[in-house]
């Protein structure tokens, strides 16, 4: 079955630089949930979409921005990066209605040097 | 908002030993309970789940996890564990789509 893909898998970046995470959900889902898992945490859920719209906010700095486009994948957009900003950046799909249960992609490793 | 307290940071084990892995949450409505798996330097698989029905819910890899309400614990376990399953577990406990997670456990199993 099809799963959540991510991707890049790894980026490397550098101080103040940006970055832009891709997350593709299952098909059908229309719900897409962002986390950020620093080294040693648990996860920390950052925003999701539904439908294209901004659904719910949590933690996420003034410094990223997300959306969700019209075939449902979601970027999440991250500028003037920090050393704290290196982290496991998650991506989970559902379906509305599918009993609240969250499929999570592999993720992608951000090494801000 | 709900929260999600795991009770144990690590847990050591001897491989073929029973383990529980505990897990308590607070919430003000019905909630979905999950237990979620991370092996090292990966993302995260879903064990098993507690969305309504029998409280005794088995899951992927011989786990088990018990609901109850009035603990308000949905605690995991496996009767006799393996080397490979070395790795972090986290709790989560979703309401209305918002999920959060507990601060996980690290179980290691040794030979």
């Known amino acids: 079955a099809a799963g959540v893909i991510q991707s890049p898998r790894h980026l490397i970046k550098e101080k103040r630089e940006t970055a832009t995470l891709k997350c593709y959900p299952i098909?059908?889902?229309?719900?897409v949930y962002w986390y950020q898992q620093g080294p040693g945490q648990d996860p920390q859920f950052l925003i999701s979409?539904?439908?294209?719209?901004?659904?719910d906010k949590g933690s996420i700095p003034d410094r990223f921005s997300a959306q969700q486009f019209s075939d449902y994948h979601s970027e999440l957009n991250m500028s003037s990066l920090e050393l704290g900003d290196s982290a496991l950046y998650f991506c989970?799909?559902?379906?509305?209605?599918?009993?609240?249960?969250?499929?999570f992609g592999p993720g992608t490793r951000l090494t801000v040097l | 908002a709900q929260s999600v307290t795991q009770l144990d940071s690590q847990v050591p084990v001897f491989e073929e030993a029973p383990v529980e892995l505990r897990c308590n949450y607070s919430s003000s409505v019905s909630v979905y309970l999950f237990w979620y798996v991370q092996y090292p330097n990966q993302g995260l698989q879903l064990l098993l789940k507690?969305?309504?029905?029998?409280?005794l819910v088995k899951g992927i890899n011989g786990f088990e996890a018990e609901f109850n309400k009035s603990q308000t614990s949905f605690h995991l376990r496996k009767p006799s564990v393996h080397i490979s399953d070395t790795a972090e577990y986290f709790c989560a406990v979703s309401e209305d789509n918002d999920m959060r997670f507990g601060a996980g456990t690290r179980l290691t199993v040794k030979p």
């Open positions: 989970a799909s559902s379906l509305e209605g599918g009993g609240d249960e969250q499929f």
């Open positions: 979409f539904y439908e294209k719209m901004q659904s």
């Open positions: 507690y969305l309504s029905g029998s409280t």
């Open positions: 098909p059908r889902h229309d719900t």
